[in-house]
């Protein structure tokens, strides 16, 4: 269990920190909003998921990447402690990943929106595989849900609002083919949009940053042939920096040195099927209304020690954002919806089948006017360059 505190006095933004096991990124999130007299908080994580990295030594790196000057003077003080719990007849172990493959960390931008990472020396005996994604984005991307499509914000250039609309999805690909797709979760952080509002109780989810997890059993064949593989992961319609930082979490054959497979089905199209909508009001304002979908299907198999087990990954997603901006740019009225279903099933030789399910329903609304609206403040220094 990760426990983590953290005190700050004075004036500062909202930061960014994370912690590294070895080359593994294992936690990552943003920090309370400080104010003069003082504060400490507290949040705990999980870690046992990766727990194979804990059996050897291992260096750590983290902590909270902060600025300060003259007007912003808070210094975080940190303390992080890891706490083992033995298993024993009665409190079993639970079934976590053999192997954790850290990929390391990269910044997508709006000018180069695909990173690569590379995935070497892998087991040679994988039987499930795992894909986990620390995301988060910056600057004009910060709050994406609230940005405009280009021709929208052209129309209000005093507003200097951010373009690039309102969709956001990071797609992943293994070796060329594409891999997995996900949305992610509208954060708030201590500094967006009203940062009184997060005084003195943060929004949902911002102390630790639930990373998001693609299901690529259906590669396991091209993972275990003993080469190095490409990972790519892609922002989509990105505008400015985007955090991501990727680990494999790989099962392993405990009764066989190799496994063999191979990729059936892979039906992820490039990019969503979009539609945009624009209308022009009586009053000089724009109703923008941007959809999204996504629904994908891929397929593999491989050969284990107990025989061929077969696994199908499928997603079905919709995305809404209507905008109405008014006040010449300078007052945004945004309903969202982001909602989806991936279901991951594995038949093995006997007929027996595994289904997972995981559905997810992020719905927010954002009423905003800005007297005098500036390009939105990132965490600075970014947690990795």
Request: aromatic share 4%; charged share 15%; hydrophobic share 30%.
């Given at each position: 269990m990760l426990d983590w505190t953290t005190s700050v006095k004075g004036r500062q933004y909202d930061r960014s920190g994370s912690l590294d096991i070895g080359s593994t990124m294992v936690y990552f999130g943003t920090t309370y909003e400080p104010?003069?007299?003082?504060n400490t908080y507290h949040f705990a994580k999980d870690l046992t998921e990766y727990r194979s990295l804990l059996t050897s030594p291992q260096t750590f790196n983290g902590g909270i990447g902060n600025y300060t000057s003259s007007v912003d003077n808070g210094v975080y003080s940190q303390?992080?402690?890891?706490?083992?719990?033995?298993?024993?007849?009665?409190?079993?172990?639970?079934?976590?990943?053999?192997?954790?493959?850290?990929l390391g960390s990269q910044n997508a931008t709006g000018t180069q929106q695909t990173v690569h990472m590379t995935a070497a020396d892998l087991p040679r005996n994988i039987t499930h595989a795992y894909l986990e994604v620390y995301i988060k984005g910056n600057g004009c991307d910060e709050q994406w849900f609230t940005d405009v499509p280009n021709d929208v914000a052209a129309k209000f250039p005093a507003a200097q609002m951010c373009g690039?609309?309102?969709?956001?999805?990071?797609?992943?690909?293994?070796?060329?083919?594409a891999a997995g797709v996900t949305q992610y979760f509208p954060y708030i952080y201590t500094g967006g949009i009203v940062p009184e509002l997060w005084r003195p109780i943060p929004a949902v989810g911002t102390f630790d940053m639930a990373p998001e997890l693609l299901d690529v059993t259906p590669f396991v064949g091209d993972l275990v042939n003993g080469g190095s593989h490409d990972v790519a992961l892609t922002v989509a319609d990105a505008g400015d920096v985007w955090n991501l930082s990727a680990n494999l979490l790989l099962y392993t054959d405990h009764h066989a040195a190799?496994?063999?497979?191979?990729?059936?089905?892979?039906?992820?199209?490039?990019?969503?099927?979009?539609?945009?909508?624009?209308?022009?009001?009586?009053n000089g304002s724009v109703t923008a209304t941007v959809d999204a979908r996504r629904n994908w299907r891929t397929s593999g198999y491989v050969i284990t020690s107990a025989g061929r087990?077969?696994?199908?990954?499928?997603?079905?997603?919709?995305?809404?954002n209507a905008d109405v901006v008014t006040q010449g740019g300078f007052a945004q009225d945004v309903t969202e919806r982001d909602q989806g279903t991936n279901v991951s099933v594995t038949t093995d030789s006997r007929g027996s089948t595994q289904v997972s399910t995981h559905q997810w329903s992020y719905p927010i609304s954002v009423n905003l006017y800005d007297q005098g609206r500036?390009?939105?403040?990132s965490p600075w220094p970014p947690p990795w360059t």
């Open positions: 104010d003069p007299a003082g303390t992080v402690t890891l706490t083992y719990y033995q298993a024993d007849r009665a409190n079993p172990a639970p079934a976590e990943p053999d192997t954790v493959v850290g690039n609309g309102p969709y956001r999805e990071v797609d992943a690909a293994i070796d060329g083919h190799t496994t063999r497979g191979a990729l059936t089905e892979d039906t992820i199209a490039p990019t969503a099927v979009m539609s945009q909508q624009e209308s022009t009001g009586a087990e077969t696994t199908t990954v499928t997603q079905q997603a919709s995305f809404s500036t390009t939105t403040t």
